[in-house]
């Protein structure tokens, strides 16, 4: 039984290996990722079986995951709807099908057959970390890791963790819990209809990354809270996970709420709803405003703009609060700072405002500026020579271990063989 549980892995390993690496073009693009995937799936078959992988199969759990990549979807098609659509760069011809419909049934039931056959092998005793551990591995983790090896592009890595890795991860976390608690059918029900509408919608929400990335993970994240408060305790203890009984009290909407108000707050953070914060970096607006004060602003139509409005607008050095003190003919807007004695040189255009503003609330940005200066100077640490940056974070790795050995001291943590909540 080893052998063969070793025999699966590395063949999982290998495939993911190489799907990672070797990108064939032409038809080898569409055949050697459904050979690999196929190979895979006899191997599960050969080393479990297919009626012991189903064994726990649970019609409401199934049912659940379904309703969850409905809800994910329902998501996506409401923020195309607030931003846009833009066709699917997939091609629908009969050919083309064809390819897509074959590269895609073998990937999905190849990986939620081995995620099935790893869960209930390796999960019983320590379930969380091996749903964890399985997410990565069915993640974009290795090209995570060659997006941070320098030279480190900022902006091309956030965007990918965010709308690339971050969402795949979510997906996986709760596709891999499905999977502990009622085998690969429920995994199948969550991932087949997100893969299906990826690839046969002949239009897709063209959404900005930063609304993609908010999607992909919220969206996850309350079906996993939902599933997981539904659950049976049975189901949960015959995973491997110990309930206490209070997490079936009225309490358990807690992290119901937690995540709406993440949501919430991120979403108004990132001004998708027509209303957005922005802390005041400069003095130009004393005494009206001052640096660290946290300002409201709201999306405003630049014809409902007039003269001693305070708005944002955007320049080539970034981003500036003034006051309108003239709309000239051409509808460009003439702007300047309460503590300036003349106008701004450049005027306004009309495309450039961002918003309005509607409230000021004092001081409370400062917070964000230390962050920001805090995570300046993480990066200058970064990006420093090689051996100042090796002995940095050796250092702050002995001082984290050596932290932990010392706050687990005279605790049998090793004896801990299950995921308590």
Same mark, same amino acid.
């Given at each position: ?28 693009? +569409? ?40 809800? *994910? ?12 659509? /833009? ?35 390796? /999960? ?17 983790? $290795? ?14 890595? %956030? ?33 087949? $209809?997100? #893969?299906?509408? *990826?690839? +046969? ?42 309930? #206490? ?29 027509? %209303? ?31 003269? /001693?409005?305070?708005? *944002? ?40 405002? @961002? ?9 409370? /940005? ?15 640490? %970064? ?30 943590? #090793?004896?801990?063989? @299950?995921?308590?909540?």
């Amino acid at each position: 039984m080893r052998s063969k549980q070793l025999a699966v892995l590395t063949l999982l390993l290998v495939v993911k290996a190489l799907l990672h690496f070797y990108r064939p073009g032409g038809l080898l693009a +569409y055949f050697i990722p459904s050979l690999c995937w196929v190979l895979v799936a006899l191997a599960v078959l050969w080393a479990c079986g297919l009626r012991k992988l189903l064994s726990y199969t649970n019609k409401t759990l199934t049912i659940m995951a379904l309703l969850a990549a409905l809800f *994910q979807i329902a998501l996506l098609v409401d923020a195309g709807l607030i931003t846009k659509f /833009g066709k699917s760069p997939v091609s629908f011809t009969p050919t083309a099908i064809a390819l897509n419909t074959l590269m895609i049934t073998t990937s999905l039931i190849g990986v939620e057959l081995s995620r099935a056959y790893l869960l209930r092998t390796y /999960g019983k005793d320590r379930p969380l970390l091996v749903i964890i551990l399985t997410a990565l591995l069915y993640s974009p983790t $290795p090209a995570m890791i060659a997006m941070l090896i320098p030279p480190i592009e900022p902006l091309s890595t %956030v965007k990918f963790l965010g709308s690339t890795f971050l969402t795949e991860l979510a997906k996986n976390i709760l596709a891999s819990y499905l999977a502990l608690l009622a085998g690969p059918i429920a995994s199948l029900a969550y991932t087949a $209809p997100l #893969k299906t509408f *990826q690839w +046969y919608s002949p239009i897709l929400p063209d959404l900005p990354w930063g609304f993609e990335s908010l999607i992909g993970v919220v969206a996850p994240t309350i079906s996993l809270v939902a599933i997981d408060y539904v659950t049976p305790a049975t189901t949960l203890k015959r995973a491997g996970i110990n309930v #206490k009984p209070k997490w079936r009290s009225e309490d358990s909407i807690t992290p119901v709420l937690t995540v709406l108000g993440i949501f919430l707050t991120v979403w108004f953070s990132t001004g998708l709803l027509g %209303v957005f914060p922005t802390v005041v970096l400069s003095g130009s607006m004393r005494p009206t405003i001052e640096v660290g004060d946290l300002l409201i602003l709201v999306k405003t139509p630049v014809e409902r703009i007039k003269p /001693g409005d305070i708005i *944002q607008y955007a320049t080539l050095d970034g981003m500036v609060v003034h006051r309108v003190v003239e709309i000239r003919d051409d509808g460009k807007l003439i702007t300047k700072g309460d503590a300036c004695s003349t106008p701004d040189p450049e005027p306004v255009h009309p495309l450039n405002v @961002r918003g309005r503003l509607i409230a000021i609330i004092p001081k409370v /940005g400062w917070t964000s500026i230390y962050m920001k200066e805090g995570i300046r100077t993480l990066w200058s640490l %970064v990006t420093m020579n090689n051996l100042t940056l090796y002995g940095t974070v050796s250092a702050a790795t002995a001082t984290a271990v050596l932290a932990f050995y010392k706050t687990r001291r005279g605790r049998r943590w #090793k004896g801990r063989r @299950r995921w308590t909540r």
